[in-house]
């Protein structure tokens, strides 16, 4: 069963406090790994798609890295309007369904 | 820019009834999806659907539950005869052909079954 672990549960930054986020799979046959960002009572909100390790992506303060085992959404001088829950998911095999982790939940202080 | 949109965005039901939770797909996508999201708890899937028929359903999907398109816009989830633990937010979602695991969101309906 694909499964997909978040950490921290919560983050709690200052404003300019850079951070990364993690999120470690176990799959079999990786697809892709994407992270969405999600406001409260809101869907959640395309950010990045990986497909293979080594692979980076980029928007504006958010820096997405993938390895073979885990991925990194990192947050460079973060702004409060980035205060939001990031999800991570996963699609293996020949599905294209997403399996997401509980997400972190990003607080960003003035 | 293309957005999924739902109605109705809140659905307040008596146990026992049945709800239908509409979506319209961004317009040259071809792949949807159904997932719920229990209060506190991870989105889950429920369901896809490609070329008129169902692509792939979980373990929640059960005979409760059944998803259409009945026009070249819409897509429908209909819960038979809701339950309290149906109780969510419902999202659906689309992709395009030759990207289908991109899937983007649209707002929710929040679904109350009392």
């Known amino acids: 069963e694909d499964q997909v672990t978040q950490s921290p549960e919560a983050l709690r930054l200052q404003e300019g406090e850079s951070s990364s986020l993690n999120c470690s799979y176990t799959?079999?046959?990786?697809?892709?790994l994407f992270w969405y960002r999600q406001d409260p009572g809101k869907g959640p909100e395309f950010l990045f798609t990986l497909y293979s390790a080594g692979e980076e992506k980029e928007k504006e303060r958010l820096k997405a890295t993938l390895t073979k085992k885990e991925s990194f959404l990192h947050i460079t001088a973060p702004k409060p309007e980035d205060s939001a829950t990031y999800l991570c998911a996963v699609s293996a095999g020949t599905a294209s369904k997403l399996t997401f982790g509980t997400g972190t939940r990003l607080q960003v202080t003035l | 820019e293309p957005e999924v949109t739902q109605t109705p965005s809140h659905q307040v039901t008596q146990m026992g009834q049945e709800v239908i939770l509409r979506c319209v797909p961004i317009?040259?996508?071809?792949?949807f999806y159904w997932y719920r999201q229990i209060l506190g708890q991870k989105v889950e899937f429920l369901v896809s659907f490609y070329n008129n028929e169902i692509s792939e359903k979980s373990e929640i999907f059960d005979d409760q539950f059944s998803v259409e398109r009945p026009d070249g816009s819409n897509f429908t989830l209909k819960i038979r005869s809701t339950k309290l633990e149906d109780s969510a937010m419902y999202f659906c979602a689309s992709s395009e052909v030759g990207r289908q695991d991109t899937q983007y969101f649209g707002p929710g309906t929040r679904l109350t079954v009392l």
């Open positions: 317009s040259n996508h071809l792949y």
């Open positions: 799959v079999s046959g990786l697809r892709g």
